[in-house]
């Protein structure tokens, strides 16, 4: 059996932000290039459960199109919702146990869709395999921030690194 792993795949600002204080994402626009996405459409073929913050699920459905990770198992980590709806499971358990309990089932890898207080919790229990950064050229100078104080020294191995016309530039590390 492959080992499932635990990707997380995001954006964030030159200065470390994943959204500004409004959770607007508007600035990502500057580096939308079409066709060109950065590798997206064949990274989440190679994954099969989608994990997420509750407010980065409620930003998906702002958006007004269909939900993205139709056809994946996805949870959305909420202190406030229970149950399911069309699209995902609401987990409020320990969320070690739920990602131990992925990896020892047969599936693809594991997708990490933000946001911030989810990456955080995961850091603090290093269950993060894989790190797929794109770095955006701009500087939002305050918002919410992608890595917070207060998780453990991990160190990383670069895996590799992409650039783009658009100034984007893609990091890969992995534990």
């Known amino acids: 059996m492959i080992e499932r792993r635990v990707i997380l795949y995001i954006a964030m600002s030159l200065d470390g932000y994943i959204a500004t204080e409004d959770n607007d994402i508007d600035w990502l626009s500057i580096v939308a290039n079409p066709p060109e996405d950065y ?64 990896k020892s089932k047969e599936g693809k890898n594991i997708f990490i869709d933000g946001g911030a207080e989810v990456v955080n919790e995961l850091l603090k229990i290093n269950m993060i395999d894989e ?14 921030r992608l890595f917070k104080d207060g998780r453990p020294n991990q160190q990383l191995k670069l895996k590799c690194t992409s650039e783009f016309t658009s100034g984007l530039v893609q990091l890969w590390y992995e534990k």
């Open 39 to 102: 590798g997206y459409e064949k990274f989440v073929k190679s994954v099969d459960t989608v994990i997420m913050g509750r407010k980065t699920y409620d930003k998906v459905l702002s958006f007004g199109v269909d939900f993205p990770h139709k056809g994946r198992k996805c949870y959305v980590i909420s202190r406030t919702r229970i149950g399911c709806d069309d699209n995902v499971e609401y987990y409020y358990g320990n969320l070690e146990n739920l990602i131990l309990d992925l």
């Open 131 to 144: 790190f797929i950064i794109s770095i955006i050229p701009i500087f939002l100078g305050s918002g919410i």
